[in-house]
Every structure is written in C-alpha cells, then in structure tokens.
C-alpha cells in the first residue's frame, strides 16, 4: 500500500469509528432518556400513560398503605397536588412519611403511577436535588436547615 | 512567640529552596549530561546487554543497533544550542530572579496568612487544650447515655439527663426528640414541658410554631407563675401579629417580677418594641467578649462562605440585640442579595426585620 | 500553634510555587541552566510545605482540636481514632489538601528524578507549579481547612455513623492518586509543547506515571464499585451514576492514553494525537474532582451542596481545559510528524484501540453531561440511565475486546495477521466452544451471556497465550522456555496480566446473567428459594451495639440440599440520629456470593427481604485487582527499554518483538 493509501485507510476507519459511535449516542439518547415531573406538572400535563418518567416530591403524611406481598401504595405530594404511587418491592431505609422521593416508572391508565423503583435519601441529610427545586418552585420546602445540613 | 519564630524559619527555608541553587556556579555540560543522547546510549547499552542474555539474536541486534544509532544521530543534531550560564547577562539575570524570591515569598505568605490566618488564637488553643479535655468527658458522657438509651430506649430519666445537654449543644432536633421521650415516659412537668418548647423554638429559628405554643400554654397551665411559658406565649402572640394580648402578656410579667431576674431587661425591650419606643438601649448591654467574638465569627464567616437563611437571620438578631443597629441593617440588605433566590428565606428575613425595627419604612421614616 | 503554622506552610508554599513557575521558565527561555535548577528546590520545598500543612491538619483531626472549624464539622471526640485520621480528606477542605499534596509529592518525585532531559523536567515543573498554584489558591480562598473558630464549642458536630465506613474512607484517595497521577502527565504533554518537542524520550517519560496514575484509578474504581455493592443494599455494582461515570471517564482516555504512548516510545508515531489524549484525561481527572464536589450533579451521591465555590471550580476548570487545548492549537502543528505505518500491525491495532476507547469516553461524557446541559438550557429534568449505556458503551467495548488478543499478538511495525490467527486459532476455539457449551447447557437461558462469558474466557487465554508463545520455542524443552519466560520484560507480564484481568473482569459482569433476585416477605421458619440456593429465615433478634440497636435476622443456606451455613443481615438504628441503616449479609463460596438485604420489619412479625443469588460475581473486583496489578508490575519494569523494532524473519517469525511493551 503506499503511503497515502496507509494514511486515508487510518483515517477512513477513524471516521466511521466516530460516526457509529455518534449513531449510536444519538440513537439512545432518543430512546432511553427519562424525564422528571413533579405532581403538579403530572396533574397539568396529564403525562400519557406507558411513558417513563421520573416522579420526585414528599411523601404525603397518612398516606402510606402496605398491602400484601410487598406491595406499598402511597402519595407523592408537592403541596399542590399529589399522586398515588403503588410500588412492589423494599422500600430504602430512609424512605418515610414527610420525607423527600424520587420514584421511577409510569402511569397506569386508573391514574396511578406504577413505580419500579423508588430512590431516597441517600444518607440523612441528603436531599434529591430535582425534588427540592420542585418544591421550591411550589414554595413548600423551607430548605435552608437541610441546605446547611447538606453541606457537611 | 513560638509561633512566629515557627513562621521566621519556614520563610527562611523556602527563600533559600530558591536562592541556593541560584548562588550556584554549574556549567552547562554538567547540567544537560542526561538528555536524548544519554536516552540512546542506555539503549545501546541494552541491546548489548539483551544479546548476552540471549534474548536476541545477532541479527536482531544488528538491525535494533542501527536504528537506534540512527536516532542517536538525529539526537545528537539536534542537541540543544549551548547554554548561557556565564557572563553578565547571565549574572544580572539571576540576580532579579535572587531579588524577586527575596522578596515574592514572603510578601505573599504574609499578605495570605494576613488576611486568611488567626495567629492571636492558638494562646487560646493551649486554654482550649483544658477545655476539650472537658469536651471529651463530656463527649463520652453523652455517648454512654446515647448507648444506654440505644439499649433501653424506655428509660425516662436518661432522656431527662441529655434533652437539656442537646438544647445547649444546639442540636435542637436531638433535643426535641429526647424531650419528647421523656414526656412520654416520665409524664408532663413545667421544665420538660419548657424545655420542650425551647427545643421547637429553637429548632425552627426562634419562630413560635403552634405546636410550641401550645406545649407553653400546657406549662403556664400547671404553673402559672412559670416565667418561660409566659414569655413564649407572649412572643407566639407577637409573632401571631397580636400585640395586645402580647403587650398584655409582657406587661403582666413585668408587673410581678423581681425586678432582679435576668429576663426582665429582655422583657421591657420587647414590650418598649410593641409600644412603638425606641428600646431604651438594647437590653443586654455589656455583652461578654465571647458572644462578641462569636458574633463576629459568624459574621465574617456568612461574609466569606455564605449560609442559610436561619443563619443569616441569626446574624441578623445578633447585631440588633447588640445594640448595632447600622450592622444589622447592613447584613440584612447582604442577606437578602445572598438569599434572593429563596423566596422563603426572603420572606423570613422581612419579617424578622419587622420584628426588629430594621425594615425599610421604618428608616424612611 | 501547629494549626496555625500549617496554614502559613500552606500560603508560603503558594509563594514558593509561583517561584517554581516563574524563575525556571524564565531559566527555559533565556536558556540559563542555573535559573532552570532552581525547579528542583523549589517543587521539593513546595512538597515539603504542603506535607507539613497536612500533617498540622492531621494532628488537629487526631487531637480533637476544635478551634479549627474542619475539625468541628467533621469530627466528634467519641469517633474511633481510624475514623478521626480519615475524616481529614472525609470533608471537601480536607480533601482538596489532600489533593495538593499528592500533586506536590509526584511534582518532587519528578524533581528528583536523574533520567529526565533538563528542559522537559523544567517545563514540565513549571506547568506543574501552574496546577500547584490554582488548588492552593482554590483552598486558601474557598475552602481553608484552617479556620478557626473562637471561642471552640465543646464537642465537634459529625458523629454520623453512616459515614464510618473504611471502603468510603480509602477509596477516594486511590481515586485522588489516579488523577493527580494524570496531571504529571499533561505536565509533561505542555512541557513537550512549550518546547515544541515530543520524541520517544518524551513518551519513557510519561509513560510510568500514566501507568501509576492509570494503576490508582483501577484500584480506585474498584474499590468504589464494591462499596457501593455492599453497602447500599441494592446488589448492584455499578449505577452508571454521574459520580462513577466521572471517575470513568479518564479512566477511558488513560487506558487509551497508556497505549498510545507505547506506539510513541516505540515507533515514534501518534505524537499529536498522544498530547491530546494527556490533556483530554487530566481535563477528564479535574472535571472528575470538581464534578462531586461541586453539586452540579443530581446523583444519589452528591453530599457536596455549594454553588458559591462552583465559580472558582468554574474559572480552575476553563483556564486549565481551555488553556492547554489553546496552546495545543498553537503549537502541535510545529510538531515533527511521526513515521506511518501499515493498519496491519501492533501499533494499528493500539490505533484501534484508540479509538474505541475515545469513543466510549465521549458516549460516557455525552450521557454524563447532556442532562445538565439541557436542564442549564431548557429546565428540562431527565435521568440517563442503564439502558442509553446499553446501546451505547457495550457496543463499542465489544468489538475493542474482540480486537485486543490479536493486537496483542501482532509484531510492530508489519505484521502478519493470517499467522496471528492461526495461532490464536485454538484458544478462539476453545473460547467459543465454551460459548457453545454454555449456551447448550443453560437451554432457554440467556444467549448473550454465554457469548460473552467465552469473550471473556479468549481474553484470559491470550494473556496466558502471549507469555507462552513469547517463550516457546517448538523443539527446545519446556526449561528452556520457563527460563525465557523469566527473562521476558515485566511490562510484558504486566500487560498480560492486565489483559487477563479485563478477561477475568468481563466473566464476572457476564456471570451476572445467571443471578436471580427474590423479593419476599417471611417470618422465622418460611423457606423461600434464590436461584440455585434455598434460604430458611432462622430467626429475628434484636442486639444492641455500642451506639445503635438491631434487629438481627439470620438465615440458614441449602444448596442442592446441602447446608451451606448461615448469614446474618442487619437493620440497625442510630436512636441519637434517629437514622436507620441496612448492613447486608453476604455469604462467599468460591467466587459465588449470596447477598441479603433486610427491608422493613412490620409489626405482625413478617421480614421483607430481598435475596440474590450472584455467581462468580467477585472475578469482577478480582479481575479489576489483576488490572491493576498489571500496571504496577510494568511500572516496575525498571530496565531501560529497547525500544526498537525487530522484524520478524525466517525461524524466529512465532516470537513476535522480544522487546515489546505493554500493549
């Protein structure tokens, strides 16, 4: 091969190496990203049902039901609205009533948003950030005891 | 003394880290013995060695040997120019860079730590030195009531023992939590009941939530003559935005108190506040230089590093209650830039300037 | 006092430092050998300043020292001693010291190293100094772990049991080593552009503190993964959180960064190229360190919340990034062109390698950062999870993997690949065969796993492979060849080593197929089934520790009806904190593990639990150890190599280059 040959076949394959790789992030990103909604943009979207999305807020006070087998139904709340969530499965140590959450699923045609997974606080003091502007923006959150405490 | 004779000497090591090899007479060859050539010449070295070893055959060692010479020759072409370590550029170059160490080192660290540093506090360090071995008593004293409690957690008096020890900690939600334990266990008394409030209180950063409030109320219930629940009450009342009854309240504690106990400054203030006078001087006039200082601290500390909207508040208060008025007013208007994105923090902070006397109108006017 | 002292030890060494930038780059370009020596003192003083700074903070941690508020905020005077000297880089000040001294440390390890040429150690100083310069300033200014406070409180704040860990503890300092391992490199990347020389001494100088740093960040990586596995309770070992993808990301440009400068020492070739990936994966090591401690992440490790200090991390990362990739621009092309080379060859291969792992790495970047972008944009929350890694990283490591024993095997310079294959043949055989085997014996389970686990199980035998076709000579006896093998270059057995370890690696993830996941609620004596295993929950006691109480729940084990033994799960609660924690009870045999977490425990008695059954799931951490292994096994290849090529000829053409590196 001459020369110039060595060097387009580098540069040929580096090209369609880079191409394919961008294909496919393009690709995926299309396909597999999930959006985050607050109850109230769930009550004012009606978010169709059978799409992923990512549901953070509190936990409404009272509203935790367990139901056989595992399964826990509940209300995540923004003090604007809520929305029931029924999920199977442990629930994380620092899952509680009044506390921040933020669950991952979809809604289901009654209403109710199946959750597969449910993610809390990781540690005490830590609190999701996509739920805290949430609640912000509701003006609920009086965040600034655990801003502080989250700085630690 | 120590300490500065610590810094003298640090300062002298780092300028002569730099001025010592500058003082140095070094030829250029000597400098520049390892480079690309050398590179080569070890490699060389290695061929040898690899065909002793029998790890190449001589053909293979011809052919690395020539290519290895051949880059030893480029090497060699392309050697440096000579260096310039004599004569007077040289000399009036190092120099400058001898001047500017002198003086660079320590006029920054000087500035920095100047500006950074709090070399009058490790004389207190030595005191503290006591007092944080009073501190690990403490500590582990409270750590052995936690465990204690960990194990019997329906034990009331060891609640009772460390709801206050939290209170003065300052971790309020701790404190809230053991008060309530002991209410539970132990029943209801006038110092529990008060206690309790002033966890809430001061947990929620001095707001009066109805919860509090109400555990007062249940306080001045079984003891009416009990200074704390009144005063609460009445501040709860101030904060409803009901001065009369607050005014009332404030009034009715004045008007049975020894004229000698330590809240009746406070007292007066609040109830000269709700009159719409002046306070007569702030009420805690000769304040001890620890509170000062740690006024300070937080002050200097919100100023550098920012904070919460509790802490800016407590900044706030601190100068009010210190009688300086032109800083609280100041840190207020800092406080709000800081916290404009918090609308809820915003809205705390104009209430407590109203509370204070510090918000806008009241200066206009 | 020693508190204070280290804090002025801290603001001479930034005087110092600026010295180190200053008066030997002068030196460079009046070419005056004595003001470029004076490099040498200087980084050794900054080191020597910056240690001492350290260990003043040390002794504060260790003595309880709470006039200085890091200590307060971070420590409590009942913490286990272990704990109190961790907790000095278990806080963000801390942590950012320790970042300084690491880079002090390696920047007088190149000071004091006699086989660099004098004006690449000086420049390279200078660059360093430059780094040295921006953290101290970042520290001093924004985050001192030197304030004081007056007058002390009588006990520090952090007894959060939670954070007492020891994998939490060790693995972000094997994580800083890794990055700051990286920035020697780009020190060295700049000082070769400054010069506008880069030649295979350029490259035997970085190269082992690519190998170090890379090393670092393997264990580093590792270590994090099997905290996370056992600690939050969710079986799983990588999250593809924000966080892991950050230390990830140059991890990938490092691996690639590690190849390409072997290419460069070897044949002089991919010089351009090779600058840029220094650059790119100290850019990658720096927006790695800032990305968690900045809060910009949503991620379910973010504890660091403070977007005042994100301005200065800001400004740090921009003039960093966009410097270097500016005087790259300006300089690279007064870069004298490497030789070019046939695509069939070991430094093809390496090219290919290249280029896999940069796109992998930008995939990463893509996933990791398009989500803040667009929220910075348009305010649109999203997560990028799993599956976008799915369709995006595994397809591009797969091929990388498939491509790598035969880059392995190829000669440099020309190589013959019909011969390579042939003699691969067998082991891609066996390899498949096992595929095969798999797929027959696990009928109706799934295919890919099989398929990979066989990928797997090449990458392992052509580690081995390579050593022995290295070493064997048909028609002389084994002693012969035990001798040769011997005598063949550490890095060779390095980079088998490692290459068998990502073998060993790829097994353990694709075993992982086969795991099952049972989720159930029990009560003592309920038996309940995971995978290949049966389970009886014994019984639910509780215990009291030093400063929680638990509830105990222990289980008895079967497999195929015999006893296996017990293991015990915990929920513990902190009642000062009022904070419940799981610890999960893991039961190893061989390289199976079984993992219970405990849910909640409801009030009629009944456990929720969770069971995994995990084959072979500790060969990804010990595949990980083997990797890492690898590269400090060729770091100590102390010998000065021969890096010259050999052309494969006649009898000797099954040898491939006797003198071959780490590919």
Redesign the interface.
Known sequence: ?T?KG??L??IG??GL??A??LG??L???R??????RSPSEVASKAVPPGTRF?LGGLVDTGSVK?G???LVEFKVGDGATSVPVRY????P??FREGQGVVTEGMMSPAGVFVADTV?AR?????M???VA?AL?AQ?V?????Q??S??? | MLLWVVMALMTGAAVMAVLWPLSRRVSGAEIDSRGDVEFYRDQLAEIERELDRGLLSGDQADAARAEAGRRLLRAHADAQPALASTGEPALRRRRAAAAFSLSIIPLIALAVYGALGSPQTPFRAEKAGAMADVARDLGSALARIESHLAAQPEDGRGWDVIAPVYLGAGRYDDAVKAYAAARRIQGDTVDRLNGHGEALVSAAGGVVSAEAAGIFARALALDPGSAKARFYGALAAEQDGNAAKAREEYGRMLAGADPQAPWVPVVRARLEKLEGKEPARPPIQAESPEIIAMVEGLDSRLAREGGSGSEWARLVRSFAVLGRQEEAQDRLAKAKTALAGDAQAVAGLDKLAQDLGLDGQEKLR | MIVEAGHYALTLALGLSLLQCAIPFWGARSNDPVLMGSAVPAAIGVAALVGFAFVALLIAYVTSDFTVLNVVENSHSAKPMIYKITGVWGNHEGSMLLWVLILALFGAMVAASRHLPVRLKTNALCVQAAITIAFLVFILFSSNPFTRVEPPPAEGQDLNPVLQDIGLAIHPPLLYFGYVGFSMTFALAMAALIDGRVDAVWARAARPWTLLAWSFLTLGISMGSYWAYYELGWGGFWFWDPVENASLMPWLAGTALLHSVVVMEKREALKVWTILLAILTFSLSLLGTFLVRSGVLTSVHAFAVDPARGVFILAILSIFIGGSLAVFAWRAPLLRGGGIFAPISREGALILNNLLLASACATVFLGTLYPLVLEAFTGEKISVGTPYYNLTFLPILLPLMLVLPLGQALAWKRGDLFAVVQRLGALLGVSIALALGLIAFTAGGPVLAPLAIGLGAFLLLSGAGEIWTRSHVRGRPVSVAFRRAVGLPRSAWGSALAHAGLGITVIGIAAQAWSSETITAARPGTQMSVGRHTARLDSVRPRTGPNYTEDVVTLSLWRDGRPMGTLETTKRLYPARNSPTTEAGILTRGFDQIYVSVGEIGTDGSVGLRLYDKPLVLLIWIGSLFMAAGGGLSLTDRRLRVGVPVRARGGVAAQAAPAGGAA
């Open positions: 091969m020369r060595r060097r076949t580098i394959t580096a190496v880079l394919g790789a496919l992030a690709n995926a990103l396909d597999t990203i999930v959006f985050f990512r367990r056989t087998d595992q199977k499965g442990l629930l140590d620092l993610l990781h540690d005490e003091t830590y999701p950030r996509e502007d912000k003006g959150w009086q965040g600034d005891a801003q502080q989250a700085r630690r």
